[in-house]
């Protein structure tokens, strides 16, 4: 079974990074032509752990492709200008506006922000890209005096190329949440990908805002208890014991085999509910990590919260294809300490499925009408 777990090492890095050009990119086709100069979010957008944004790094090997005449930030630069046009709201800014709410607004002098970087490392310098490196943080651009989750007055899209001397590049993108959940920030991705391939626009799902579908309900009806937001004072060890235990970063990869395996252990004899890999994977992390921290006391009641895709769930109305804003749900399942250190696997997977299940149309719309009513203004770390 040692091969089932294999953990991947990777090497400390110092990779020193140059910044050439700092722009920003604006769309070929200006904000008033829109006639419009702000853009409604939903609640799903404006919810308080998405005022983030994603980072993503994607490295590219050099493959002869592009001549040395050629210069790879321009046609990056070239191609989100034009994509820029059909995704307009990603040259707007974020500001508050009554009780708080987000919405994009915009206005000269905005448009996404594309950083020009070189360093006199080689990618195979890098070690294995396949395995995720802290190091890689400066490959991502940050403003100097930027602050832990500032969303407002930012730039929505913030992208740096960095050239390493064997002709390979990357792209470190940070997408503000609130614009688009993983699927939208992909489609964004791949339009901006096959413009700078062909050299012309291409935007296929053709990008639709539709924000609106998610209003909230006049009057509104919260139907469920929403414990993913509630404030619960913190009446166990678990914060001492995770941030006085000195962690550390690891990665590891799990075979298909030990999948598998764990799938297999977590299903209940009776066979009432047939549990995904997701579930096991998830009961078998969360048990091991409250193990390992030995967290008291074991009647104390604990929260594992996970986003859920909500997209196939909405069906009055469906969603168009484009559509890339956030679709998605905080599910939340809860156990006692005792019974996440004393229980089985199978138990606490039917707690991560039911709550994976839970997410149903219904539920949105009362995560929408709950965010209107109460907007957390922030995160909520007690107990989970």
């Known amino acids: 079974m040692d091969h089932w777990v294999q953990e991947l090492g990777f090497p400390q890095l110092d990779i020193p990074i140059t910044i050439d050009n700092i722009n920003p990119i604006l769309s070929n086709c200006h904000f008033t032509s829109h006639n419009q100069d702000s853009l409604y979010l939903s609640n799903l957008d404006d919810m308080i752990g998405v005022r983030v944004f994603t980072p993503t790094v994607y ?20 191609a989100l200008m034009r ?9 707007g800014r974020l500001r508050e506006t009554e009780n708080g709410k987000l919405e994009v607004f915009f206005g000269p002098d905005q448009g996404a922000l594309m950083v020009e970087a070189h360093s006199d490392l080689a990618l195979a310098d890098l070690g294995d890209l396949t395995v995720p490196n802290p190091a890689w943080i400066k490959l991502i651009y940050r403003f100097p005096d930027e602050e832990q989750y500032k969303v407002v007055d ?11 001397t064997c002709g390979g590049f990357c792209l470190g993108l940070r997408i503000c949440h609130c614009l688009c959940d993983g699927l939208g920030a992909m489609q964004f991705l791949s339009a901006w990908a096959e413009t700078a391939k062909t050299g012309s626009l291409v935007a296929n799902p053709n990008p639709c805002w539709d924000r609106e ?3 909230p309900r006049g009057p509104h009806r919260i139907e469920f208890s929403h414990t993913e937001f509630q404030t619960i004072e913190e009446g166990s060890n678990l914060i001492t014991r995770l941030w006085q235990g000195n ?22 004899e009776d066979g009432e509910f047939s549990n995904t890999t997701f579930d096991a994977m998830a009961a078998h992390v969360w048990r091991s990590w409250v193990k390992a921290l030995d967290i008291e ?26 559509f890339y ?25 039917r707690l991560v499925h039911g709550a994976r299940l839970g997410v149903s149309e219904e539920y949105l719309r009362s995560t929408i009408d709950y965010i209107d009513v109460v907007r957390p203004k922030r995160l909520e770390f007690g107990g989970k």
């Open 59 to 78: 490295f590219y090997r050099s493959k002869g492709l592009i001549s040395q005449d050629e210069n790879v930030g321009q046609i990056l630069k070239d």
């Open 154 to 164: 930012m730039p929505l899209v913030i992208a740096q190329v960095t050239k390493f």
């Open 297 to 322: 006391p074991l009647d104390y009641e604990l929260r594992l919260t996970f986003s859920v895709n909500a997209r196939a769930k909405i069906k009055n109305p469906p969603l168009r294809d484009g």
């Open 213 to 215: 579908i998610f209003l």
């Open 83 to 91: 994509v820029l046009v059909p995704y307009y709201p990603f040259t």
């Open 247 to 268: 962690p550390i970063q690891k990665c590891y990869r799990l075979s298909k085999e030990y999948q598998a395996r764990l799938k297999i252990l977590a299903q209940e």
């Open 325 to 349: 804003g956030n679709c998605l749900c905080v599910a939340c399942a809860t156990s006692t300490i005792e019974r996440l250190v004393g229980g089985t696997l199978a138990e606490i997977a």
